[in-house]
C-alpha cells in the first residue's frame, strides 16, 4: 500500500471517528429531538473545509498532496451530509415542516457561511 493512500485512509478513519465523537458531544448537550449532531458537524465540516482549501490555495500553507488527504480523506468521512438528507426524511414522515425547513435551509445557508468564515480565517494565518 503507497504512503498515499495509507495517509488517505487513515485521516478517514480519524474522520469518522471525529465525527461521531463531535456528533454524540452535541447530542449529549442539547438532546435529539433536532439533529444538532448533524448540524454542527456539517457546519464544522465547511468550516474547515473553507480555512484548508484557503491555506492551501489562496495562501500556499499547505502542499497540494496534504490538502487532497485532508480534504478527500478526513473531510470526505468527517462530513455528513448523507445524515442530513436522513434525519430530513425523519422531519418529514413525522409531518414537523418547519424543523424540516429549518434544517434544510438552515444548515445550507450556514455551511455557505461557514465555508466563507473558513476562507477569511486563512488570510489571517
Request: proline share 1%; aromatic share 12%.
Amino acid at each position: 500500500m503507497s504512503n498515499k493512500l495509507l495517509a488517505m485512509a487513515l485521516a478517514g478513519a480519524i474522520g469518522t471517528l471525529s465525527r461521531w465523537g463531535l456528533a454524540e458531544a452535541v447530542y449529549a448537550l442539547l438532546g435529539r429531538d433536532f439533529p444538532w449532531g448533524t448540524v454542527t458537524v456539517n457546519l464544522v465540516g465547511c468550516l474547515l473545509y473553507g480555512l484548508v482549501w484557503g491555506l492551501s490555495l489562496e495562501r500556499g500553507l499547505i502542499h497540494d498532496e496534504v490538502r487532497m488527504v485532508l480534504l478527500v480523506g478526513f473531510m470526505g468521512s468527517f462530513t455528513t451530509f448523507s445524515s442530513l438528507i436522513f434525519d430530513s426524511e425523519v422531519l418529514l414522515l413525522e409531518g414537523r415542516w418547519l424543523a424540516l425547513c429549518a434544517n434544510l435551509a438552515g444548515q445550507n445557508f450556514l455551511g455557505f457561511a461557514a465555508l466563507f468564515a473558513g476562507r477569511l480565517l486563512s488570510r489571517l494565518v
